[in-house]
């Protein structure tokens, strides 16, 4: 169960409350959907969504959401056949590590990715129709990414 701080801060139609403690899981045999960015970004933002697979972080941050009241903005989003977690990440916070736990540095691309990651909670954060967890990726561990086999269409 998480805790969060007595005060809340207004960043202006949005209110984020702190965690009162330390929030910080593992989650082991994830995988990276898609390379992290922006809706219409350019590229060159630091702060960036990261879905990641995984059905124990999933299942971890459910259960962190149970506690919060109102209309749940969930970070598990249901994909039909598995789901998924959306969290944010900043590229200049982030450590990446080899499976050697050898610090590395970012791959040209993270999409595709099986990964060890940290997720930090942040706090909560409630608009006035909706609430939800911030959530961050702090640590990520790279194992080979997955090789898929797609034909190309123009065969």
């Given amino acids: 169960m998480v805790t969060f701080?007595?005060?809340?801060?207004?960043?202006?139609?949005?209110?984020f409350t702190p965690c009162s403690k330390n929030e910080t899981f593992r989650a082991d045999?994830?995988?990276?959907?898609?390379?992290?960015?922006?809706y219409q970004g350019n590229g060159s933002e630091n702060r960036v969504n990261i879905c990641i697979q995984s059905e124990e972080a999933s299942?971890?941050?459910?259960?962190?959401?149970d506690c919060l009241e109102g209309n749940l903005c969930s970070v598990v989003k249901d994909c039909g056949n598995f789901y998924y977690?959306?969290?944010?990440?900043?590229?200049?916070?982030?450590?990446?590590?080899?499976?050697?736990?050898?610090?590395?540095?970012?791959?040209?691309t993270l999409a595709g990715?099986?990964?060890?990651?940290?997720?930090?909670?942040?706090?909560k954060w409630a608009s006035h129709g909706q609430v939800g967890l911030?959530?961050?990726?702090?640590?990520?561990?790279?194992?080979?990414?997955?090789e898929t086999d797609y034909k190309s269409p123009f065969l």
């Avoid at 045999?29 to 922006?38: D, R, T």
């Fill in 134 to 146: 911030s959530v961050e990726v702090t640590d990520i561990q790279l194992f080979e990414p997955e």
């Fill in 5 to 15: 701080a007595d005060k809340a801060k207004q960043l202006g139609a949005t209110s």
């Fill in 113 to 123: 990715y099986n990964c060890n990651v940290m997720f930090h909670i942040k706090g």
């Fill in 85 to 108: 977690v959306r969290a944010k990440m900043q590229w200049d916070k982030v450590h990446f590590f080899n499976a050697e736990n050898e610090r590395v540095s970012k791959p040209p």
């Fill in 59 to 65: 299942e971890m941050l459910s259960g962190y959401e």
């Fill in 29 to 38: 045999g994830a995988k990276i959907l898609w390379q992290p960015g922006v």
